[in-house]
Structures are given as C-alpha cells and as structure tokens.
C-alpha cells in the first residue's frame, strides 16, 4: 500500500507546531515554538499574546518543518489542522494556514479534535490496540474515554469542575514556583514527604472527578500559614498534593478498567508526563494484568506530531473538512 504523508499544524494554546507523520505512525519531521517564556511573565496563558506569537511563528513552523523532512508541499498526501476545543484567536491561526495550504496545493483537509491528538500521541511509537480506555489528563481536560474501535470514542466520565493540570498551575501560583506548574511541582514532590492533610476529591463510585475543592484547600492552608507568620514546606505541600491526585486518578481509572472489563490503558494530554501518576500507573497495571502505554514524555504536552498521527485514522474513515471549516473552541469529544 502507498504510503500516506500529512503535514499537521497545531496551534490551540501557546505552542505553535508543524509536524510530517507517516501512516500516522512515524514522526519524519516535528517543530515545536513554545511561547512559554513570554507568558511565564504573567502567570498563565494571557490568549491575546498567544495568537500574536502564532502569526509570527507559523510560517517559521512549516518551512522548518519541510526542510528537516526535506520534503516540499508537493510530496504531502493531506493538510490536518486542531479545529477545537482551545483559544479562538489560537485556533484561527493554524486553521488559517491549513486552509491556505490545501486551497493552493490542493490536498484534502482533515480537521483534528485536539483531545483526540492527545491520544493518538500514544501511537506515534506503538500501535494502539482495542479495546481500551484513554486517561486524558491535560491543562484544559480530566476525562476518561473507552475505545472500542480505532477512531471511535465513548466519554464515560470527566471532572466536574476545574481539570488536573489546570489546579497544578493554580496551586504552583499560590505557592509562588513558576509557570506551567505541573513540571514544577512533579520535582518539588520528589523531594518532600507527605505532610499536609488535604481532602480526598470525589470519593465515590462514578468515574467522575474533582479538584475545585482540593484547588481551594491549598489556597486556604497557603493563606492561615501567612497569617500566622508560619513556613510553608513548599516539597512537603507538592508531595501531599501531588499523592492526592494520584490517589484520585488511579482510583477511577481502575475503577472504570475493571468495571468495562477493558484490559488496556493509555495515558494522554500534559499532565500525562507526571512521574507521580505513570509510577503508580505502572505499579498498579502491572498487578492487575492490564496492558499500559504511556506516550514519549515529548509527545504529551501540545505538538503537532499527535495531530498527525489521529488525522490518518480520521482521512482513513473518510473524515475531511470544506475550506469554511471554523475554529470551535469549546469543542467536545
Ligand atoms: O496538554 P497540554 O500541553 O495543554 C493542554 O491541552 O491543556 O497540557 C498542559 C498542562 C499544564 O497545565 C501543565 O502544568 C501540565 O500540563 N503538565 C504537568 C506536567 N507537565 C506538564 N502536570 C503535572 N506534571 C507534569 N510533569
Ligand atoms: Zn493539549
């Protein structure tokens, strides 16, 4: 069979990426432009910089891209784009220069979930095989998708309120050590111990989950230690919180494997790279007979490569866009 090259853009939050994939397996070429130390400065992603740094860095992206695979356009079977969800004004970026790209060369058009890059970020080395359940974990999702079949997804639970990596970066603020919080508080953890006494988030049988109120504990003990002038042990803080998302996590993901009688798990999105959770992921699967995958840490935060590795399942069962394909930022899966 004729092998399928798509380039893939990315561009839903603060990096901007291109990508070439290969029967949605092997990564030819990838470029990645963080904006991370522009917006480090204020804490988060402020998105009206983030779509400025994207019209400056997209076309950089492409070139580069094409030169490190030392293809041109011309060699390129489809143009795959992340439609949704993330930041309007991000998203409008990439889609742009996708829908430029395949009007002036003529290539198909494949529109991308981002959550589903996020999964098939888990292909990029391995083959994923079915069934399994996905444990999405990412700074804008917590959610656990069953897949019966490639390319079919069945949300069977998700958070209620804020997401996982979404508190990381709350929690890393209150406790003053930087932006993206995750990575930051994963290190401080590995060097604390468990001292704080923090609430167990939604402790029940759903497959739902919870962090509002365990966003709210550390915001709440932060401040009583200030007031009464006492230390707060910022590795012991990481550590305590950190053991309670995992506990969290792992109970559900467990939980909703053992309930769906599904032998396989993968993990996706950003906090996917947090030693904490493939630790005890790993410890608990192995126990309990369940086949794991956990993507390359460099394939967890956004890139472009995951969108082209879903973009050939999507083209495989037909799925193309019109040149009117529009940005959906709060798109489900
Ligand atoms: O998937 P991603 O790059 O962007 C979204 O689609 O949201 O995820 C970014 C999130 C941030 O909240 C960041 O703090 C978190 O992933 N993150 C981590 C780790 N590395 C990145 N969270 C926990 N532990 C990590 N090692
Ligand atoms: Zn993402």
Known sequence: ?????????????????????????????????????????????????????????????????LKKANMKIE?????????????????????????????????????????????????????????????????????LILMKDEYEFEKIGGTLDDAVGETYDKVARVIDVGYPGGPVIDKLSAKGSYEYDLPIPLNDNSYNFSFSGLKSAVINLAHKMKQRN?????????????????????????????????????????????????????????????EYNFPNIKYCTDNATMIGAAAYYAYKKGITATIDLNAVSNEEL
């Open 75 to 143: 060699d390129i079977d489809a143009i795959a784009v992340t439609y949704g969800p993330g930041l309007v004004g991000s998203l409008l970026v990439g889609l742009e220069a996708a829908k430029t790209l395949s009007l002036i060369y003529n290539k198909p058009l494949i529109p991308v979930n981002h959550i589903i890059g996020h999964i098939y970020a888990n292909n990029i080395e391995k083959k994923m095989e079915y069934p399994l359940i996905a444990l999405v974990i990412s700074g804008g999702h917590t959610e």
């Open 230 to 290: 006492e230390k707060l042990n910022k590795e012991n803080l990481a550590k305590s919180f950190q053991d309670v998302i995992v506990e969290s996590i792992t109970k559900k993901t467990i939980k909703a494997l053992k309930d769906k009688n599904v032998k396989r798990l993968i993990l996706a999105g950003g906090v996917a790279a947090n030693q904490g959770i493939r630790n005890k992921l790993e410890e608990i699967c192995k126990k309990e007979n369940i």
């Open 1 to 65: 069979m004729k092998d399928t090259y798509i380039l893939a853009i990315e561009s839903s939050c603060d990096e901007t990426s291109c990508a070439i994939v290969k029967n949605g397996q092997e990564d030819i070429a990838t470029v990645i432009l963080s904006q991370i130390d522009i917006h480090t400065n204020f804490g988060g992603v402020v998105p009206e910089i983030a779509s400025r740094q994207h019209i400056k860095n997209i076309t950089i992206v492409i070139e580069d891209c």
